[in-house]
């Protein structure tokens, strides 16, 4: 439970407090102190009478009754003076600095155990043990540096790692972002990641709480609980941008289908972040930057205007911009015209607009104003200037600050000469602004943001699905295993996902007579051998009896074949629909193009059983191969809506079917007639 005490305490006892500065308990105190705490501040340390100004007891049973405890001594100690503190001192928050506990040792466990046990007793809130501490507005209960500054509008920052924390924090200060509140973790005994959003959100007060959330996070325990709570406060108009560290490999399970060989702890989170709608990174730059972003105005389109005075940059970030999807219109006609004729010769409107190494602020004023009042075709500005060496910084600083004021479409100032320029980029921060000095990071980050979801819809979509037929199914299915063809059909046509047409038997009469019927050419496939392919079990493009005849005979002998099917050979794009089974987070879905693009490239999007179709679009339009999808060079798109409808159906079919562990259609053929599922394994587990 995270409480007022916690929070806002009004007396602080840190355990272990020194004088020496350069131990966590010296700086623990020199922290306090530093960030002026208004409360009551109290040290206990055997050996000393005075700490830093500081009277020091020599023992917690001297100290008076005080509201928050930072325990900075050898683990083993820690049960007995958390026992006292909690039982006799009325202490209702504990940070606990020191290591050695369960992240090390059994028996550090164990005392972990003990020590919650106690604080759990007396209804205390605790953060760590093995954390750097907490710090806000209120108080800097820490014992490193450095220490930013804090705001109401910054940001609350939550990390599962002291460590990377102060290097994520080092990163949003060269880039002028603030913060409201920064918490360490550690070992999360009682309190998580998941469960500081929880509190954010269940006392979330729109007009006094930050709206920026930045998390950095090791382990998810509680996925559901991270979602809901995620959610809920995008909902009510927060953004949060992540990192999640420590992905297991597929590699270390089985792959015993094309969706086992893919999937991974990792997809399970790229699902759940899709569907809270939360902004997902993979680097501190990028987590900095992306929350560097959610400072600014909100962005209401995806058409950029590049202002610059040096080409190279601007070159570089409509490349970012492009690759991630974003646009940057051409700026032609008699409003480009106009502008141009307001600038030096040799300048450029096009976009970007450059106004050239001696381009003055009043030249910057004017290319902004042009975007913002008279081309409609611009969503948001991206301004990059250093300094040429030609004009004062300061004036053009000044001229960006004021724009960024009075315009209505947001405007990115990309600064680079943080070394050159240096006082007069931290002037411009120092007004309230951020600074990101690297183009591409700016253009990378920005897609991500644009290109996530917001929080998806909790409704099931039932519409097409036989939930009933599809639990009578599962019913009288046997306890574990892959299903049969026929069991899979039957699932299927419960979901409503439509089959191409096929036959199965073991008698080479029946299968000559039913590729007659269908008309050549025809597919033939083993049944029995979950990989088909790799044992040469799969025969395409068959055009006569005397072919059939000839595969029939080949693929009998195969081991563990006992049967064959034969489909008619479909042509069109091939798709892939796939699930696993992860646990806590439920069914991941994936989809994708089949063939090398799932097998090879591993471009497959992810998606939380259920999804809503909002989710399921974003889904497919994250594909790399979606202009494939869309229709490209001359060919015909898919029907993205049926496409949609099938994935959307999959994961209903799913909702209501925990006991599949693992499936895949691949692939599913996206014919002139429409979409068909060819191939298709389901694997359960009861």
Known sequence: MVNRELICPQSIVVVGGSNNIHKPGGRLVRNLLDGKFKGSLYVVNAKETDVQGLKSYHSVQDIPETEMAIISIPSKACVEVVDVLAHQKNVKAFIIISAGFGEETKEGG?????????????GASLIGPNCIGLMNIHFHGVFTQPIPEFHPDGVDFISSSGGTALFIIESALSKGLRFSSVWSVGNSKQLGVEDILEYMDRNF???TDSKIKMLYIEQIKDPDKLLYHASSLIKKGCRITAIKAGSTESGKRAAS????????????VEALFRKAGIVRCYSREELTTVASIFTLKEVKGKNCAIVTHAG????????ALSKGRLNVPDLNGPIAEELKSKLYPGA?????????????????????DYCENRFDNIDLMMVIFGSPGLVKLYDAYEVLHKKMEECRKPIFPVLPSIVT??????????KGHVNFSDEVTLGTALARVLNTPKPASTDIQLYGVDV??????????????????????????AANIPLVEEFTSSDKEELLAFARKIKYPVVAKVVGPVHKSDIGGVALNIRCDEHLLFEYERMMKLPGVTGIMVQPMLKGQELFLGATYENKFGHIVFCGLGGIFVEVLKDVSYGLAPLSYEETFSMIHSLRGYPIIKGTRGQKGIDEQQYADLIVRL????????????????PLVATDRGLFAVDARIRIEK
């Open 110 to 122: 164990i005392l972990e155990d003990k020590i919650l046990e106690i604080i759990n007793e007396v």
């Open 205 to 207: 007060n729109a007009a």
């Open 257 to 268: 289908s094309h969706t086992g060989a893919i999937a991974s702890s990792d997809s399970a």
């Open 312 to 319: 190279g940059p601007a070159v570089m970030l409509a490349d």
């Open 348 to 368: 450029a409107v096009g976009n970007p607009i450059d106004i050239i190494g001696t381009g003055t602020p009043e030249h910057l004023a004017t290319a902004i």
């Open 421 to 430: 320029a240096g006082p007069e980029v931290q002037s411009f921060i120092k």
């Open 468 to 493: 009933p037929e599809v639990r009578r199914i599962i019913d009288r299915l046997p306890s574990e295993g892959y299903l049969s063809p026929e069991e899979t059909r039957l699932l299927l046509k």
């Open 651 to 666: 994961s209903t079919l799913l909702r209501f079917a925990n006991e599949i562990k693992e499936m895949d259609i691949n």
